[in-house]
């Protein structure tokens, strides 16, 4: 080789290994940025999900595979979503598997459980887990959504779907169902239901078509319910047949309802028979009745109770024990589905009443009291009320008004039923008897604190139906 030729490839080498030096300091000032966005989403949750090193290993090598307790648990370096292994590296991809809070795990047992077929029959997800997203990662593009905006489709649906298709495109936190996502886990764990189902909704639209009404088009009026969450089939029928998961989180339907006070009633003559509203001498009642999904705009939600919405999302992470970390990476996400019972509504009349306020409306609102809305139990006085609620809807609706009974899922007080007992408890053992000035202090030394039902979203319902005005409502004072 002639010298000219050697100091060619001599400058071509250096040239070469100059552009790879450059190179590898973009890819540090790359991997530098990367590492501050994570740590500044992810320090608090490290922090706060202290997960097992067994179980999460440090190595971002090949997935190695540990024993425990008879199970196999594998680490990766990457995390996926149902969609294919292939969908991991563009929603996650090996850029965020230095973090060992992210390391992605999958559990299968090592031997066969009874009920359960072997082999490939038993894989449920693929072995990568996500454990949460954040906005501006590859692959995320959510739905857009405009909490308030005048049109269904201007809004957007609600996507709150982790199934095939949707992960990427969600724009909410949480899951369908309130607390019955859990009994949803449970049916797939155990194979009776597909992870990736979604309902037929045919034949299901509501039977009085409520809305929309001019509330609905106020973010500030509606903050816990989604206002088209009853018309999703037909609103969002594009978005459906496209792929996405969109779901109902609202229900209505007719019914005849059987009350024996009702009956008695009938029977002693206070309450008539109209074939319309009481439909027999049995004290059947028609009714209109709907079931209500919580579906929080986090924003009008931490306004209505006075809090910053940072301190709104912290709080639910933490007492929910960290199930929702998207609460603190998701910032952008602006609608959660919280894991609570929701509202039932029964309607006494028609229902177009409801938003006239030339008609008078009767309305009772009342929290659920199991053990005396149900069983009748003795130590608590729920039911009466209920029941004269139920009474005065009816006579509002044989009058030519309409009556309506909104059954929120808040007992005990919204402290649950546990503590509700243990209150009971403490009543009847108290020194000095069970007495009406202590009742409340007993409930906050337990609870720690006297009621948790905060009536400040509890107005929504009635903005979702268009009611502008109320002429009675029935409290305990009415009795």
């Known amino acids: 080789m002639s010298a000219n030729n050697l100091d060619t490839l001599l400058a071509a080498v250096s040239s070469l290994a100059a552009s790879v030096s450059s190179l590898k300091l973009d890819q540090e000032k790359l991997l530098g940025k990367i590492e501050t966005y994570q740590l500044e989403n992810r320090d608090e949750i490290r922090r706060l999900q202290q997960i097992p090193p067994l179980i999460i290993e440090n190595s971002i090598s090949s997935p190695r595979i540990k024993q425990r307790d008879g199970y196999k648990v594998h680490a990766s370096d990457g995390y996926a979503d149902s969609d294919s292994d ?143 969450g009853h018309v999703v089939s037909s609103v969002y029928a594009k978005e459906l047949a496209d792929g996405l998961d969109v779901r109902p989180t609202i229900a209505i339907t007719k019914a005849h309802m059987r009350v024996p006070e009702i009956e008695n009633k009938v029977k002693e003559g206070k309450l008539s028979v109209d074939g319309k509203i009481v439909v027999s001498s049995e004290g059947e009642l028609m009714v209109t009745k709907g079931a209500v999904e919580p579906v929080w705009y986090l924003p009008g939600v931490a306004s209505r109770f006075g809090v910053e919405e940072t301190v709104l999302r912290r709080c639910l992470f933490e007492d929910t024990g960290g199930m929702y970390p998207e609460l603190i990476t998701r910032t952008d996400l602006k609608v959660f589905l919280p894991p609570i019972g929701g509202l039932s509504i029964y309607i006494l009349g028609d229902p177009a009443d409801i938003s006239n306020p030339n008609k008078a409306l009767t309305l009772r609102i009342h929290d659920e009291c199991n053990g005396s809305d149900v069983f009748g139990s003795d130590i608590c006085t729920c039911r009466p009320y209920l029941i004269y609620g139920i009474e005065e809807c009816v006579r509002a609706a044989q009058t030519g008004g309409v009556g309506l009974i909104v059954y929120f899922r808040k007992e005990g007080r919204a402290l649950g039923e546990v503590t509700k007992y243990l209150v009971y408890n403490a009543r009847k053992r108290a020194e000095g008897g069970d007495t009406a000035a202590a009742y409340f202090q007993r409930t906050e030394n337990i609870a720690g604190v006297k009621d948790m039902r905060f009536q400040a979203i509890m107005p929504d319902v009635l903005h979702w139906m268009g009611v502008t005005k109320i002429q009675r409502m029935i409290s305990m004072s009415n009795m």
Do not use: C
């Open 86 to 228: 292939s969908d991991a590296r563009s929603v996650g991809g090996s850029q965020f598997g230095t973090s060992p809070s992210m390391r992605n795990f999958s559990t299968s047992p090592a031997s066969s459980v009874p009920g359960f077929n072997s082999g490939a029959s038993n894989k449920i997800y693929t072995s990568r887990v996500v454990l949460t997203t954040y906005p501006g990662q590859v692959g995320i593009n959510p739905v857009a959504l405009n909490w308030g905006a005048p049109t269904a489709s201007l809004r957007g649906p609600i996507v709150a779907s982790r199934i095939q298709g949707s992960l990427k495109r969600r724009n909410a936190i949480g899951a369908h169902g309130g607390s019955y996502s859990i009994y949803r886990a449970l049916a797939v764990a155990i194979h009776d239901l597909d992870p990736n189902h979604r309902p037929n909704l045919r034949n299901t639209e509501p039977v009085f078509p409520f809305g929309p009404h001019p509330q609905w088009f106020d973010p500030t009026k509606i903050v816990s319910m989604d206002p088209w």
